[in-house]
């Protein structure tokens, strides 16, 4: 199951999780720097200080990430 505590490179290699992803983060799967980052989970990347706040709705994206498999 995915969540925001998977790491984002499991995320995005699930083309569910990549919606979600996009959904979210619009244009985040293309940012050039996106390898440096796809080991984390997405709950710690949000702990860093990043333009837009992802801290503020992991728990969305961690929600639409959980309800994947239940639809």
Same mark, same amino acid.
């Given at each position: 199951? #995915? ?6 490179? +499991? =995320? !995005?290699?699930?083309? /569910?999780?990549? $919606? %979600?992803?996009? $959904?979210?983060?619009? $244009?985040? &799967? /293309?940012?050039?720097? !996106?390898? !440096? %980052?796809?080991?984390?989970? #997405?709950?710690? #990347? &949000?702990?860093?200080? =990043? ?6 709705? %992991?728990? !969305? =994206?961690?929600?639409?990430? $959980? &309800? =994947?498999? +239940?639809?």
């Amino acid at each position: 199951m #995915l969540s925001a505590d998977s790491t984002i490179g +499991k =995320i !995005l290699s699930s083309p /569910e999780g990549k $919606k %979600v992803i996009d $959904k979210h983060m619009p $244009k985040f &799967a /293309e940012e050039p720097q !996106l390898s !440096l %980052v796809t080991g984390m989970t #997405l709950r710690k #990347l &949000a702990s860093f200080p =990043i333009p837009g706040g992802l801290d503020d709705f %992991v728990d !969305l =994206i961690d929600g639409d990430l $959980k &309800a =994947i498999r +239940k639809e």
